[in-house]
């Protein structure tokens, strides 16, 4: 089991940054993949961004070149940096545990990330 609580959402003006971190309630060291997804309002969730327990990362198209994920073990805090934030942006933010390559099986609550034009 693990729980996750994510923080850092609010408003923000477009071409604005925003961290976002997911802290964890124990270690994530050994958790496959940690993901960040979001959904807009009437749209489906989507994945974002992940990051593997060996650092390996994958964005989305969408977000490629303005958004990075990382983590640090030792804190159990995932991290998600959105830079040149759009207002397509604009959605409830969820952080995402896989133990194994599977899929996810453990969410955060979310947070709600607002980018005004």
């Known amino acids: 089991q693990v729980q996750l609580v994510e923080s850092g959402g609010g408003l923000v003006q477009a071409g604005g940054s925003l961290r976002l971190s997911c802290a964890a309630s124990?270690?994530?060291?050994?958790?496959?993949?940690m993901g960040w997804h979001r959904q807009a309002p009437g749209k489906q969730r989507e994945l974002v961004a992940t990051?593997?327990?060996?650092?390996?990362?994958n964005y989305a198209g969408s977000v490629k070149g303005r958004f990075s994920i990382s983590r640090d073990n030792a804190k159990n805090t995932v991290y998600l940096q959105m830079d040149s934030l759009k207002p397509e942006d604009t959605a409830v933010y969820y952080c995402?545990?896989?133990?194994?390559?599977?899929?996810?099986?453990?969410w955060g609550q979310g947070t709600q990330v607002t980018v005004s034009s």
């Open positions: 124990r270690s994530i060291s050994s958790i496959a993949i």
């Open positions: 995402a545990a896989a133990p194994t390559f599977v899929r996810y099986e453990y």
């Open positions: 990051i593997t327990n060996r650092g390996g990362t």
